[in-house]
Structure formats: structure tokens, C-alpha cells
């Protein structure tokens, strides 16, 4: 089993819809939790990053972490043609360590149809 | 621009070759590492170097595999003796690193290496 899960999609919507993507995860140590946005034939850039349990909003973008549950979402409001992209959570322990490499979810492939 | 640089953009080889791809980090920061993608999949941590340092090397999957970063600038991460399975695309990200709380990690667009 990997240590972050989501579902990969394909998830189509309309433009103006809410857009809601989780991921869970196994590894406790997590503490800090990002969403990156992956457009195709791009690297991945970051949207927000949270520290710990709690909610983080930026504009049209809201992040929830819930580590009591081990569970983290992503809700997109008002959903544009150009949100359409491959979202990617990711987590890491700390950094204050050696490393802080990130361990990412699979992906979910979002198309918001016009 | 100034962000993260890779290069080549896509390298084909043909089964056994030796491949070296590139990345130019954002000037200044000391954080560099490694991930693979494979066509579906999210990014896999391959190893990390604080300057000169590599202090992580726990997710090259083989001895094929090699990194360095020789004056704590470009990377070069190298693999031996291709093999199909290696086809995926190489992302280099670069951080501030230090003692900072959090350092986001800025990533390339990617080698995109394909394995005939």
C-alpha cells in the first residue's frame, strides 16, 4: 500500500462547478501538506502548502488537512477551463531534517468543460 | 526566465545506453533533488543535495543510477545501461534550504526519457 492515496480520475465538470480532491495517507510523521497543479508536458507548480491540521484559502482554492483522520482535500470554487491540469498532493515530515523530499499522490486529472 | 531548467527536453535511447540529464537549479538555492514520474503516476523521490552534499540517495532504484552536483550548482543525474524501464519523465526541483520552516521546492519541466 502506498503511503498517500488518491483517486486518479478522470473528473470532468462544468465551468462555475465546486471541484472537491482528497487524498489519505498512512505515514503520521506528515506534517506539512501541499496541492501542486501539474498542467501536461509541465513540471509541477505549487498552489498552497498547510502546516499541520487545519484551513489555508487563496482566492478560488481552499485546503483542509485533517490528521486525525489522516485526510487532506483541495475544494476549487467557481471552476475555469484553465483549472483543467493534473492535481497532486504531496507531504513531507519536516524541514528540519537531512531531507525534505516530498511523497505525492498519484494524480487526479481534472477537465472543467466550458 | 529563472526558474528551474532541464536539459535535454526529450532523449531517446535506445536499450543499454548511457543517458545524462541536466538540471539548472534557481541561482541561489542550496536545496536540489530528484524525482521520476511515470506516465500516470505522481513524482517518486530519487535523492537529495544540500549544496555539494548528497544526503539522501534512497530512491535510486539501482546501481545504474547516479547523481552529482559537483560545486553545489548543476546537477547531473546519470544512468547506466538503460533499461525500458527507466522510460519516464526526470523532474528536478530546487529549494532555499536552510533552517527556514518551510522552502518550497520549485520544480523543471522535466526530461521526458523514452527507452526503445
Known amino acids: 500500500q502506498k503511503e498517500v492515496e488518491q483517486d486518479p480520475g478522470p473528473l470532468s465538470v462544468p465551468e462555475g462547478a465546486i471541484v472537491s480532491l482528497n487524498c489519505t495517507y498512512s505515514?503520521?510523521?506528515?506534517?506539512?501538506f501541499m496541492w501542486y497543479r501539474q498542467y501536461s508536458r509541465k513540471g509541477p507548480e505549487l498552489l498552497m502548502y498547510?502546516?499541520?491540521?487545519g484551513n489555508k484559502e487563496d482566492g478560488r482554492f481552499t485546503a483542509q488537512v485533517d490528521k486525525s483522520s489522516k485526510y487532506i482535500s483541495l475544494f476549487i470554487r467557481d471552476s475555469q477551463p484553465s483549472d483543467s491540469a493534473t492535481y497532486l498532493c504531496?507531504?513531507?515530515?519536516?524541514?528540519?531534517?537531512?531531507?525534505?523530499?516530498?511523497?505525492f499522490g498519484t494524480g487526479t486529472l481534472l477537465a472543467v468543460q466550458p | 526566465g529563472a526558474g528551474v531548467s532541464q536539459s535535454p527536453r526529450y532523449k531517446v535511447a535506445k536499450r543499454g545506453q548511457d543517458v545524462a540529464l541536466r538540471c539548472d537549479p534557481i541561482?541561489?538555492?542550496?536545496?536540489l533533488f530528484w524525482y521520476q514520474q511515470a506516465l500516470g503516476q505522481g513524482p517518486e523521490f530519487l535523492t537529495y543535495?544540500?549544496?555539494?552534499?548528497?544526503?539522501?540517495k534512497s530512491g535510486l532504484p539501482s546501481d545504474r543510477f547516479f547523481a552529482e552536483r559537483p560545486e553545489g550548482s548543476v546537477s547531473t543525474l546519470k544512468i547506466q545501461r538503460t533499461q525500458q524501464e527507466d522510460s519516464a519523465v526526470y523532474l528536478c526541483?530546487?529549494?532555499?534550504?536552510?533552517?527556514?520552516?518551510?522552502?518550497?521546492?520549485?520544480f523543471g519541466p522535466g526530461t521526458r526519457l523514452t527507452v526503445l
Open positions: 526541483a530546487s529549494s532555499l534550504g536552510g533552517t527556514s520552516w518551510y522552502n518550497e521546492q520549485f
Open positions: 541561482s541561489g538555492h542550496v536545496s
Open positions: 498547510t502546516y499541520s491540521s
Open positions: 543535495f544540500q549544496n555539494e552534499a548528497q544526503l539522501d
Open positions: 505515514n503520521s510523521a506528515f506534517q506539512y
Open positions: 504531496a507531504m513531507s515530515e519536516g524541514y528540519g531534517g537531512a531531507t525534505n523530499k516530498l511523497i
